[in-house]
């Protein structure tokens, strides 16, 4: 199956500042989802997108975090006002083509983002 | 969910069969057993899943105990890219949104 590709692969910012991470999934796919990676820790699930809404999101996500798909094609990660506590790997992820979403998830790249 | 427990590391030699545990005693009917891993710096991989049988694919082998509160991940012949982290995670069948929860997982080391 195509690859899920997420941009860009590396973002530097400054605290306080906004970021917005992308993700490119394949056409039509309704089902999309965030999880994060602090360095050295687990991956951890922050929200799960299904026709142009949140389905479920986790404690991390919080007022700061928000989801879109703003051109109907890519999924976007807004974090508002980050933290130092923020950086870490973003990785977006989608169920296989045609599955239920208990199937499998294939995960893109990852953004690596490092809040100084 | 229900939760599983996974050793934090393991070694292997290149070329032999690696065998790797995954205890989820609270397992109920509907989940699901999946596996992923995770290689350095790279987002989680599918690897393979199963509800009571036995599984087989290209990558590797998921063998199901009888009353599935355990699983063994099996890789037939250790590479050198088969080093990484490897998740064991429990999905329940009507798993809303379907997120996956990720534990420490197995760190599995390969020597040449």
């Known amino acids: 199956e195509p690859e899920v590709t997420q941009t860009p692969s590396h973002q530097v910012t400054q605290m306080g500042q906004e970021v917005i991470l992308r993700c490119v999934p394949i056409s039509n796919h309704l089902y999309f989802y965030w999880y994060r990676q602090i360095l050295g820790q687990k991956v951890e699930f922050l929200v799960s997108f299904y026709n142009n809404e949140i389905s479920e999101k986790s404690e991390i996500f919080d007022d700061q975090f928000s989801v879109e798909r703003p051109d109907g094609s890519n999924f976007t990660l807004k974090i508002r006002s980050t933290k130092l506590e923020d950086s870490a790997m973003y990785f977006c992820?989608?169920?296989?083509?045609?599955?239920?979403?208990?199937?499998?998830?294939?995960f893109g790249p990852g953004t690596r983002l490092t809040v100084l | 969910d229900a939760k599983t427990t996974q050793p934090n590391s393991m070694e292997s030699n290149e070329e032999e069969p690696v065998h790797l545990p995954c205890n989820h005693s609270?397992?109920?009917?509907?989940?699901?057993i999946h596996w992923y891993r995770q290689l350095p710096s790279q987002g989680p991989e599918y690897v393979i899943h199963g509800l009571t049988s036995n599984v087989n694919n290209r990558m590797a082998s998921l063998a199901i105990a009888e009353d599935r509160k355990s699983s063994t991940l099996i890789l037939h012949r250790a590479t050198l890219r088969d080093a990484a982290v490897y998740y064991c995670?429990?999905?329940?069948?009507?798993?809303?949104?379907?997120?996956?929860?990720f534990g420490q997982g197995t760190e599995l080391s390969v020597k040449p």
């Open positions: 992820a989608r169920p296989r083509i045609g599955a239920e979403v208990t199937d499998t998830q294939y």
């Open positions: 995670i429990l999905r329940a069948l009507y798993n809303q949104g379907g997120k996956l929860i």
């Open positions: 609270t397992i109920s009917g509907t989940d699901y």
